[in-house]
C-alpha cells in the first residue's frame, strides 16, 4: 500500500501514514479472524478495571517521554532551520538501529521479568540483564559511532555527512534508555507505577531547558547532548524510586566499566584518524579491553573460554 501510494499514485507524506495504518489494519483484521472464537463479543467491567488500573498511571509517562523524544527537534528547527534538522535526522535514524533492538527487548522483557515468581531469583535476574544490556547496547553504540562517517557516505550525499557528528552521543542516549527500561521494570513488578510521571516529567521539563539553553551555542550537538542527559536523568529518577520499592543489587562496578570503556574507544577513535580499519578494530576489541579491565566474572570467563575451544577444537 504505501508503495502504491507514494510512488504510484505521488500521495507524499499522506501515503506514508495511509499505507502503514493499511498494513496495521489488514494484520488486525487476519488476526481477528483467526481468533474470533476465543475472542467474542463480552466485555469484562473486572478486566477493564484492571487493565485500567494497570495501564492509565504509564500515560502521562508516555506523554514525557516523547516530549523528551521530539523536543529536541522541534526547537532545532526553529532556533537553527531545517538544514540543521536534517542534518540531525540522519544522525538519529543511524542511531536508531540501536533503538530498534532495544524496542524489541522492551517488548519481550516485561513478559519474561514478571513470569519469574520467587523475588529473590528475580532480583538476582533484573541485576544480571541490566549488565549484560548494557555490555551489548555499549558494544553496538561504540560500533555505531565510530562508523557513522562510512554509514553517512553510503546513504546519504555530501551536504549531510556532518549528521554523523552526533550518532556517537545519541547511540549512547539510547544505551542510557536501554537500561531505564530493565530498572523501571523492579517498579511495575510490586505495583507502584504511579510517581512515575513526576520523574518523566521532572526529566522532560529538564530536557526542554537543556535544549533551550545548548541549541544556539552548539546546534544539532547541544540537541544530543540534551537527550543524553534527559535519559540518564530518568536513569537517576528511576533507579532510586525501584530500589526504594524493590531492591536489587545491580552491578554498579561492571555497569561503568562497560559503559566506560566503549564511551573511552569511542573518543580514541574520534581522535586518531586511522579511518574505517582503526574503527573496526576497536571495535573488536572491546571485550578483550573489558577482559583486561576486570569486567567478566569467573564463570563468565570460563564459559567464554568453553566457547573458544568449542570454535577452535585444534588449539584446545
Do not use: C
Not at 514478571?114 to 561504540?142: K, P, Q
Amino acid at each position: 500500500m504505501t508503495i502504491l501510494l507514494v510512488v504510484v499514485l505521488d500521495q507524499g507524506p499522506l501515503g506514508v501514514l495511509v499505507g502503514n495504518f493499511s498494513g496495521t489494519l489488514a494484520v488486525y483484521a487476519v488476526l481477528l479472524a483467526y481468533r474470533r472464537t476465543q475472542l467474542g463479543l463480552e466485555f469484562n467491567t473486572d478486566v477493564f478495571r484492571k487493565m485500567t488500573e494497570w495501564g492509565m498511571p504509564l500515560v502521562p509517562s508516555v506523554i514525557a517521554l516523547n516530549a523528551i523524544d521530539f523536543a529536541d527537534r522541534f526547537l532545532l528547527v526553529r532556533i537553527k532551520g531545517q538544514h540543521e534538522l536534517g542534518l540531525y535526522a540522519i544522525g538519529m535514524r543511524i542511531s536508531a538501529a540501536l533503538l530498534f533492538v532495544l524496542a524489541a527487548f522492551r517488548t519481550a522483557w516485561p513478559a519474561f521479568a514478571y513470569s519469574i515468581r520467587e523475588d529473590n531469583e528475580a532480583r538476582r535476574t533484573y541485576g544480571f540483564v541490566l549488565t549484560y544490556v548494557t555490555f551489548f547496547s555499549s558494544w553496538a553504540a561504540l560500533a555505531l559511532g565510530l562508523a557513522a562517517p562510512w554509514i553517512v557516505r553510503l546513504l546519504t550525499t555530501p551536504d549531510f555527512y556532518d549528521g554523523a557528528r552526533v550518532v556517537p552521543i545519541l547511540s549512547f542516549a539510547f544505551v542510557v534508555f536501554g537500561a531505564y527500561v530493565v530498572v523501571v521494570t523492579s517498579i511495575g513488578r510490586v505495583g507502584r507505577r504511579g510517581s512515575n510521571w513526576i520523574i518523566t516529567g521532572i526529566a522532560a521539563v529538564i530536557g526542554v531547558l537543556l535544549n533551550l539553553a545548548l541549541i544556539p551555542p552548539f546546534g544539532m550537538t547541544g540537541a544530543a547532548v540534551s537527550m543524553l542527559l534527559s535519559y540518564f536523568v530518568i536513569f537517576l529518577g528511576m533507579t532510586w524510586k525501584a530500589q526504594r520499592v524493590f531492591h536489587v543489587h545491580y552491578q554498579w562496578r561492571r555497569l561503568g566499566t562497560a559503559a566506560g570503556t566503549a564511551a573511552g574507544l569511542t573518543v580514541v577513535g574520534k581522535l586518531v584518524d586511522g579511518g574505517l580499519p582503526l574503527a573496526i578494530a576497536l571495535t573488536a576489541l572491546y571485550p578483550l579491553v573489558l577482559g583486561l579491565a576486570g569486567f567478566y566474572l569467573p564463570q563468565e570467563r570460563a564459559r567464554i573460554g568453553a566457547f573458544g575451544r568449542r570454535l577452535l577444537p585444534g588449539r584446545a
